[in-house]
């Protein structure tokens, strides 16, 4: 073999946020030939990352339709994947995280014997209904997978207690941190006014985002109601929401959070101005996962809106506390950072579990050593 053949499968803004640094650095790997295949499953959003990071996709399967449900989504990928993996025959198909362009694109090269690489592999809730279909696709392509590239030792752990195989786990932090690390300026300007406006040196700037399926309806009712109530009750602070485009969400969110001058619903940010906003936040409150591992490698609190979480390392390292969907809860946790500085300083000084910004250098030697390209097997003073 005189290259390896890699081919990296990503359909969503988190995805591709997630695998574009690897997608870099498989770039500039001489032994590897790097392809890209882009399912879309998010379009407009994908498409904000790959211009950010200069990705153009060498295939793109383009599958999002308004309207469409999991089994829709889950179809098109399936057959889009049959006809790319029939003409590439890739040697590895890397796939990330736990969305149906995950599980799926990890199926379709299972039919086609081709070896899979679970980017962000061993995370779990505990509760195969929350995330909502996300923490079942996960497991589902770890089964598929023959290696599995695990942020931490606790994802090494769970990978271990399923039954897999310790030579095909790597601990090798998370990509994202090499994605985060890579956009942070000290003196960004935002194309948006309002961002530039902010005064965040007397203001405290929280940054929400609320998206997620398993809180539609009446967990988004009592999140976007408590949200209401710190911002009346707290006029020192300046609440920005940038929203999903999902219309449902755009709709409930007119209803219970305009008319407040310090409340502000602003439209989807590209990773670069929403990375650089994290860091001139004073707290965050999210129902997203890959925020949980952002925010500590910027020393902000994050509140997670969610009964569950499948992050449970920065819980115990202190940077994360799950407070829930009921709008007294929300509250009551929010209004303890804010007005108490001891409970502020421990969150925000504890110590990030998920990386160095080196996943994605650690991801690469390990297919080469997989695949005999390099003699010894790779070492992973992270999570040791």
């Not at 509760?127 to 090494?156: C, D, K």
Request: proline content about 5%.
């Amino acid at each position: 073999m005189e290259r390896l053949k890699v081919m990296t499968i990503f359909g969503t803004r988190p995805e591709a946020i997630k695998m574009a640094p690897l997608v870099k650095s498989l770039e500039r790997t001489k032994e590897i030939e790097s392809v890209v295949c882009v399912t879309a499953q998010h379009r407009e959003m994908l498409d904000m990352v790959l211009r950010l990071f200069d990705i153009k996709p060498d295939y793109d399967l383009n599958i999002m339709k308004h309207g469409q449900t999991i089994a829709d989504i889950n179809i098109a990928i399936l057959k889009g994947m049959e006809g790319v993996f029939e003409k590439e025959r890739p040697d590895v198909v890397l796939v990330h995280g736990d969305t149906s362009t995950t599980f799926i694109g990890a199926l379709a090269a299972f039919y086609q014997k081709i070896k899979i690489g679970h980017v962000e592999a061993g995370l779990r809730s505990g509760n195969i209904y929350s995330p909502y279909p996300e923490e079942m696709n996960r497991r589902l392509a770890g089964v598929l997978a023959n290696y599995h590239f695990a942020p931490t030792m606790s994802n090494y752990q769970n990978l271990l207690r399923e039954g897999y195989a310790e030579e095909n786990i790597f601990v090798t932090g998370n990509t994202v941190i090499d994605a985060l690390l890579s956009m942070i300026k000290t003196d960004y300007c935002f194309k948006e006014a309002l961002l530039n406006q902010l005064d965040y040196e007397e203001k405290r700037v929280i940054v929400m985002t609320c998206h997620r399926r398993e809180n539609w309806g009446e967990p988004m009712v009592g999140i976007f109601k408590a949200v209401r109530e710190i911002a009346k009750s707290h006029k020192d602070v300046e609440i920005i929401y940038p929203i999903h485009m999902n219309p449902s969400i755009r709709v409930l969110a007119d209803e219970l959070l305009l008319g407040l001058d310090n409340l502000h619903i602003i439209e989807p940010l590209d990773y670069e101005p929403f990375a650089n906003l994290l860091n001139k936040a004073y707290l965050i409150l999210t129902d997203s996962g890959g925020i949980q591992e952002e925010a500590p490698a910027l020393g902000k609190p994050i509140l997670v809106l969610r009964e569950e979480t499948e992050r449970p390392e920065a819980v115990e390292a202190g940077t994360v506390r799950v407070v829930g969907v009921q709008q007294r809860k929300i509250v009551e946790a929010v209004s303890e950072l804010l007005e108490n500085k001891e409970s502020y300083d421990q969150m925000a000084n504890a110590v990030n579990p998920y990386g160095d910004g080196r996943a994605c250098e650690r991801i690469v030697q390990c297919l080469l050593y997989m695949h005999g390209f390099v003699k010894d097997k790779p070492e992973f003073p992270w999570g040791e």
